[in-house]
C-alpha cells in the first residue's frame, strides 16, 4: 500500500518539476530568435532572409498561440506569444529593410 502511495507522490513530484521546466523553456526559447531581429536592426539590411520562411514561422506561431488558449496550456500560450511578436517584429523589419 506504501509503495503505490510513494510512487503517486513520486509521480506527482516529477510532474512539478517537469511543468517547472516547461515554463522555463517557454519563456527563454523564443529569446534565440531576438539575434536576428537586432541583426537586423542594426545592419539595416534583410535581403538575405527569405519573407516565405519567416511568414511561415509567424503563421505557425499564431496556430499554437491559438492551439494552447483553446487547450489552456499555458506554456504553449507563453512561447507562441512571445515568437508571434517576435516573428512579426522580423516581418515588418525585413519589408522596411529589403
Given at each position: 500500500?506504501?509503495?503505490?502511495?510513494?510512487k503517486?507522490?513520486?509521480?506527482?513530484?516529477?510532474?512539478?518539476?517537469?511543468?517547472?521546466?516547461a515554463?522555463?523553456?517557454?519563456?527563454?526559447?523564443?529569446?534565440?530568435?531576438?539575434?536576428?531581429?537586432?541583426?537586423?536592426?542594426?545592419?539595416?539590411n534583410?535581403?538575405?532572409?527569405?519573407?516565405?520562411?519567416?511568414g511561415?514561422?509567424?503563421f505557425?506561431?499564431l496556430?499554437?498561440?491559438?492551439?494552447?488558449i483553446?487547450?489552456?496550456e499555458?506554456p504553449?500560450?507563453?512561447?507562441?506569444?512571445?515568437?508571434f511578436?517576435?516573428?512579426?517584429?522580423?516581418?515588418?523589419s525585413?519589408?522596411?529593410?529589403?
Amino acid at each position: 500500500m506504501f509503495g503505490i502511495f510513494y510512487k503517486a507522490k513520486t509521480h506527482h513530484k516529477v510532474y512539478k518539476l517537469f511543468s517547472a521546466f516547461a515554463y522555463c523553456v517557454a519563456i527563454f526559447s523564443p529569446l534565440f530568435v531576438l539575434p536576428q531581429l537586432v541583426k537586423i536592426w542594426q545592419q539595416k539590411n534583410a535581403q538575405e532572409l527569405s519573407l516565405l520562411t519567416w511568414g511561415g514561422y509567424t503563421f505557425g506561431a499564431l496556430l499554437w498561440f491559438i492551439y494552447g488558449i483553446v487547450h489552456k496550456e499555458k506554456p504553449i500560450v507563453i512561447t507562441n506569444l512571445m515568437l508571434f511578436v517576435i516573428y512579426s517584429a522580423i516581418l515588418v523589419s525585413m519589408l522596411i529593410y529589403r
